[in-house]
């Protein structure tokens, strides 16, 4: 499990609380951010149907290292604030939701030429 600098920021340390603030009792995250960051950052990357679908026309199946290049290249798109991302491998392109950690579509390397990828706020090539 990896945890980033931010995450552990976000945790309010017991000699860090002002006065008047409520304590922190062990075992009890102080915000939901953080539990909600770290759930995140343990799912697995989902593929959309229409992505399998994609997938199956281009006649690939990813191998398992190339689904966890995948999922770390959306934790990074994540760390940086991304809600949309492309994707670039060396054959395959995939839009991905990072929010939902869901690839909503892919595209093969033949099909890439002069393609437009639109609604997306950042690209990681991996």
């Known amino acids: 499990m ?6 552990i920021e976000k945790i309010r340390k017991p000699d860090n609380i002002t006065p008047g603030a409520r304590p922190v009792t062990p075992g ?4 939901d951010t953080f539990r909600t960051a770290l759930a995140q950052e343990m799912q697995p990357v989902k593929f959309s149907g229409h ?8 006649n690939r199946v990813l191998t398992p290292s190339e ?4 999922e770390q290249a ?10 949309q ?16 950690r869901t690839v909503v579509t ?4 033949e099909r890439m030429r002069e393609n437009v990828f639109t609604q997306i706020d950042s690209a990681v090539i991996i």
């Open 106 to 109: 892919c595209v093969a390397q």
């Open 74 to 83: 959306v934790g990074k798109a994540a760390a940086k604030g991304s809600s």
């Open 85 to 100: 991302s492309l994707v670039l491998m060396q054959d395959l392109a995939l839009v991905v939701s990072v929010a939902n």
């Open 51 to 58: 992505a399998q679908q994609r997938l199956s026309q281009a």
């Open 2 to 7: 990896r945890c980033t600098i931010t995450m």
């Open 28 to 31: 009890r995250v102080p915000n």
């Open 67 to 70: 689904v966890s290049r995948v």
